[in-house]
């Protein structure tokens, strides 16, 4: 089984360090942190930033990395 790494990365959107699998911007492709993943989907249909502050919030509290 293969060994999973915890590389650091930092986000090019938020500056952000990170360790977790990069999301792929919808903008340029780069890699990015997760939480700006899931704000250019989330802008991609229309949802405003308070509403996308309350959705990363419960992932936050539901996800726990090992």
Do not use: N
């Not at 986000?11 to 360090?17: A, D, E, H, L």
């Not at 792929?24 to 308070?50: F, H, M, Y």
């Amino acid at each position: 089984m293969k060994e999973r790494t915890h590389e650091e990365r930092t986000c090019p959107k938020c500056g952000r360090v990170y360790t977790e699998r990069p999301a792929t911007s919808r903008v340029d492709g780069s890699p990015i942190c997760p939480d700006c993943g899931t704000r250019e989907a989330l802008e991609s249909l229309g949802v405003g930033r308070e509403e996308q502050d309350k959705i990363l919030g419960i992932i936050h509290e539901q996800y726990r990395p090992e």
